[in-house]
């Protein structure tokens, strides 16, 4: 009786299990995707610069920091009167239930089915994997072509293997510190004799997506590695992260723990690679360790970066979980393991709809009327914008106040052309709420300037809304010689 319950249990949730987790996390992601969702920052940012790229200048906004492919996918479809928003998070939907079927394939290789049903759980609900895919944010997109990458590697295909990760730098820049990780493995599993050729392969694919980037990157800046260079440099200075949003730099351990204190057993799977080391579990050890370094080390340690190595770190503590289940007196207990994974699956489910309920914003009327000022205005003269998300709603070409820092040197140089160049400018918006211009505390210049423009805007434009609630103000001028 017990060998047939066992039998079933093997036939309908190791055999189909996969199936099933896939089913009931697309099930739960559809419970929250129909509810009003906060449009951040650089999702702003990336439909409007889509809209920059598929109108050739004439509509959206531009920052040369920012990587391609997601604005070229989202403007994609504005182009085509597609809702890019919608598009969007219809997008990020397919692309999650993608990356824990990737995740199931990867840690298939490494361990066996069931530490790979677990892996797949644990990550599908895992907080930010969970909260960040109803944004549209470069993190799942990037992380899909990652995990692809990875794949198509152990699989052995090595130059597909390149394309994938030339998509995922082209999605998100960081990505391309996975290249390295490869790169890393060739040298290690070959003789000097195949090296030169698998890396030829690997790199192969890589150009094939990102030599035309770097081709126009010349053409715009004379520089290939601009957008590479400039982002780096300016993400050192962002105050959100370096001031606002501070975390030392062993954030990411704690994160970790916060996220699920399963994650513990990631110590166990490293020591296992360490002791019995594999093809898979190499790549998957140094698939953490590389992007784990790179992130600890920047100034701006956020949240949402985690989730860059994070299913590296979740099939490391899966077969750490599986380990000591098998070393315990229970192991002869095959439905143990079950009980076990349930209980695991059950508090991820819990921890990541507690954690999406307690970061969901709520619509904010008179932030949503200032975003959307634009929506439905014509402008013959400049428009300047504080923050990137009226992109989204509007399609005339914006330019910004806040870029690429805001500080007293920017500020002073908007104010300078603003005294300068009245007669070109229609509209100027402005608000403290979004961050663009926020002054550090230290920078008495930079409020020194921004009170200046304030008040040479009150005096020579129209406040066309003026708005204000808690901390936060919005205030919009247009210019009357423009009727």
Known sequence: MKKNCQELIDKYFMKQGIWWLLGISLLVRLLFAFRWHEIWWDSGVYLGMGKWLWSLGSAGLWEDIRPVLWPVVLGFFWKLSISPVLAARAIMLVLSIGCMWLVF??????????????????????????????????????????????????????????LSLGLATLTRFPSGIFGIALLCMLCWQNSWKHIWQQCCKLG???????????????WMYSNPLHSFIEG????????????????????????????????AFAVIGFTLFLVKPSRTRMVVVLCTLFPLAYYSLLPCRDYRYLLSFLPFVTLLACEGVQWFFNKSWC???????????????GVAVFHAITFYQGEYVAKDDIS????????????SGEVWIANPVMAVYSDLLLHKVYYPVYDGTIAKSFHEYLV??????????LDNCGGGIICADADMHCAQEL??????????????????????????????AYQ
């Not at 990411?252 to 996220?259: N, R, S, T």
């Not at 192991?331 to 699956?345: P, T, Y």
Request: charged share 15%; net charge positive; hydrophobic share 50%.
């Open 420 to 429: 300068q160049h009245t007669n070109n400018i229609e509209y100027v918006a």
């Open 105 to 162: 394939k990867i840690c298939k290789k490494m361990s066996d089915e069931r530490t790979a049903l677990l892996a797949t759980g644990l990550f599908g609900f895992s907080q930010i994997f969970f909260f960040l895919g109803f944004h549209e944010y470069t993190e799942i997109p990037s992380l899909f072509f990652v995990l692809l990458s990875v794949l198509l590697f152990l699989n052995e295909s090595l130059f597909w293997a390149g």
């Open 232 to 263: 780096q440099r300016v993400i050192g200075k962002v105050l959100g992260c370096t001031v606002l949003h501070a975390r030392p730099w062993y954030a990411y351990f704690q994160l970790l723990w916060f996220e699920h204190w399963v994650y």
């Open 368 to 379: 949503e009327a200032y975003l959307q000022f634009f929506a439905n205005v014509d402008a």
């Open 451 to 480: 009170n200046d423009t304030r008040a040479f805007l009150s005096e020579h434009f129209v406040p066309v809304l003026n708005a204000s609630r808690r901390r936060c103000w919005h205030l919009i001028f247009r210019n009357n």
């Open 331 to 345: 192991c002869k207990k095959a439905w143990l393991w079950h009980v076990v994974c349930f209980v695991l699956l």
């Open 204 to 218: 192969a694919g890589f150009g094939v997506v990102v030599a035309p980037f770097l081709v126009w990157s010349t």
